[in-house]
């Protein structure tokens, strides 16, 4: 089993910052690309960023510019960046990664989602 745990959610003011980590353990031979993705309420879920096992990044276009994905290979550990928060940014957000198991299966797995809140 692979399983995701985020860590790094809160309450920030507007203009604030916060970092989100998400760690991948488990029955892991290898992981692809990560990511992370928000749901606000009623809501779809929605693209943030993502990140190759080489380090290239996507960004959803709300983030662009504030928004920073990075990763750890050697920890299995993806992070984000957020700067110059804004109330819209308010969301549970997921962490998702493309693994391959020890078993020789790939699987696409969620955490179980972390709150970030932006209100004065």
């Known amino acids: 089993q692979v399983q995701l745990v985020e860590s790094g959610g809160g309450l920030v003011q507007p203009g604030g910052s916060l970092r989100l980590s998400c760690a991948a353990s488990?029955?892991?031979?290898?992981?692809?690309?990560m990511g992370w993705y928000r749901q606000a309420p009623g809501k779809q879920r929605e693209l943030v960023a993502t990140?190759?096992?080489?380090?290239?990044?996507t960004y959803g276009d709300s983030v662009k510019g504030r928004f920073t994905i990075s990763r750890d290979n050697g920890k299995n550990t993806v992070y984000l960046q957020m700067n110059s928060l804004k109330p819209e940014d308010t969301a549970v957000y997921y962490c998702n990664a493309d693994v391959m198991s020890t078993f020789n299966r790939r699987e696409n797995r969620w955490g179980q989602g972390t709150q970030v809140t932006v209100s004065s």
């Open positions: 488990g029955s892991i031979f290898s992981v692809y690309t």
């Open positions: 990140i190759s096992r080489g380090g290239i990044p």
